[in-house]
């Protein structure tokens, strides 16, 4: 039984930052590939960035150069680093993981993503 949990979320002011974190059971980083995920007020959830299990990261366009996905293989834990934040950032976040073995471009897909944490609040004002 796979479990993610989330933690980190907050209020920050423009320009601050953050550090989610998922820490995951069941599951070791060689068995999934990691993803963020969004939602905001109003908005459809959205990929924020990935880590692949070979060690491949994605970042979507509104977050590059600010946001950074890590993990801590020893204890089981994604991280999401989130820099000069904007109030566009303020969401759920979600971590979630891809157990099977899918090609680079279909963990674009949210159909990829098979558990799911239940969401952290980022809220930036």
């Known amino acids: 039984h796979v479990q993610l949990v989330e933690s980190g979320g907050g209020s920050v002011r423009a320009g601050g930052s953050l550090r989610l974190s998922c820490t995951a059971s069941?599951?070791?980083?060689?068995?999934?590939?990691m993803g963020w995920y969004r939602q905001g007020p109003g908005n459809p959830c959205e990929l924020v960035s990935y880590?692949?299990?070979?060690?491949?990261?994605y970042y979507a366009d509104s977050v590059k150069g600010r946001f950074t996905i890590s993990q801590d293989e020893a204890a089981n834990t994604l991280y999401l680093q989130t820099n000069n934040m904007k109030p566009e950032d303020t969401a759920m976040y979600y971590c979630?993981?891809?157990?099977?073995?899918?090609?680079?471009?279909?963990?674009?897909?949210?159909?990829?993503?098979?558990?799911w944490g239940q969401g952290t609040q980022v809220t930036v004002s």
């Open positions: 979630a993981a891809a157990s099977a073995l899918v090609p680079p471009r279909l963990l674009l897909d949210v159909t990829a993503y098979n558990d």
């Open positions: 069941g599951l070791t980083s060689d068995e999934a590939d």
């Open positions: 880590v692949s299990r070979d060690g491949s990261t």
